[in-house]
């Protein structure tokens, strides 16, 4: 009752009146004394400058490059200061048969191993979803980095191991079971197979865990009232876990479409893109063109109709298989 009575009636009243104007008291920001105006530019301006001088100058300068006769071994270009043609390299490109022989090829390649890696890739991910693994579960995950962690250069220097002819682990193994062994990197069909394994060795671990990731959304609720209501692994697949799968779905296929279509390091290292053009693929018509021909308009051109084709497939990929989960 004292406490009470001796308080100052006018404290009360203004502490009153600031709740009912709902006006939160302000509490004036301390920085250190080092901060100012600029501070926070400061901290984005090395990410600005790399991803202008890596990524948006080079784009900018193959747009001008591909609309100008720009061959670096012509002196003639170089005195008429590479002269703008425009549209004649897309013209060239549209019309060559070799660049539309290793789209294609690429296409091959491209159907060859991204739905053997989803499938994989989905395995991988209901095995480590099941409960109970512990830690087995959590070392396959750690051990599924590795490959990611591998660079393509490397990759390629495997691959050359592998399915080398004298003493490659290919050959080794056809050998135990009776096969003769095989010059898999000196005919096409080997060589053609020897990239594809080793792009899904390298890229399944990493859809397995975009999987896994879309798995771990799945209510848990649901899931236990679907297993009761069925025994069926494939009905538990198609109509519980398969919508929350399709987003993800849907980020592998935009980022494989793009890796593929620029795949150069693993490619070049293993086969050179031979023998022949077993093995040329796109990418590496393209470096062809830019560093051996050193005709930069032209595979300018035509690494700008290769950035155009992964928009559209990704539009498309986005249409088709992307869909919000309610």
Do not use: C
């Not at 100058?57 to 193959?62: H, S, W």
């Not at 990611?148 to 390629?156: E, F, K, N, R």
């Amino acid at each position: 009752m004292t406490s009470a009575a001796t308080r100052s009636p006018g404290k009360d009243t203004a502490a009153e009146g600031g709740l009912q104007a709902g006006r939160p008291a302000t509490v004036k920001r301390r920085h250190h004394p080092g901060y100012g105006r600029w501070t926070p530019f400061w901290f984005l301006a090395p990410a600005v400058f790399a991803l202008l001088a890596i990524g948006i100058y080079p784009m900018l300068f193959a747009v001008v490059t591909s609309f100008r006769r720009y061959n670096i071994t012509r002196r003639a270009d170089m005195l008429d200061g590479y002269p703008f043609v425009g549209f004649a390299n897309y013209i060239r490109v549209l019309t060559d048969q070799t660049f539309w022989d290793s789209l294609l090829l690429t296409g091959r390649f491209y159907l060859t191993v991204v739905p053997l890696e989803i499938v994989f890739g989905i395995g991988i991910a209901l095995m480590l979803h099941r409960p109970g693994l512990g830690m087995l579960r959590a070392i396959t995950r750690v051990s599924l980095v590795v490959p990611l962690a591998t660079t393509y250069a490397v990759v390629g220097l495997i691959g050359r191991l592998i399915f080398n002819r004298d003493f490659g682990v290919a050959n080794q193994m056809l050998g135990w079971l009776g096969i003769a062994s095989s010059d898999w990197l000196g005919n096409p069909i080997g060589a053609f197979l020897g990239i594809a394994v080793m792009d899904i060795w390298q890229w399944t671990p990493f859809v397995g865990l975009i999987f896994l990731a879309g798995l771990s959304m799945v209510p848990v609720e649901i899931e236990e009232a679907a297993r009761l209501e069925t025994k069926s692994h494939w009905a538990l697949l198609r109509y519980v876990q398969l919508p929350y799968l399709l987003p993800g779905l849907t980020a592998v296929l935009i980022l494989r479409s793009a890796d593929i279509l620029k795949l150069f390091d693993m490619v070049f290292v293993m086969t050179r893109g031979g023998p022949g053009s077993a093995t040329d693929l796109v990418s590496v018509y393209v470096q062809r063109v830019g560093f051996k021909v050193f005709d930069l308009g032209l595979a300018s051109a035509q690494a700008i109709l290769l950035l155009v084709l992964t928009i559209l497939l990704s539009r498309l990929y986005i249409r088709v298989f992307y869909r919000e989960i309610d």
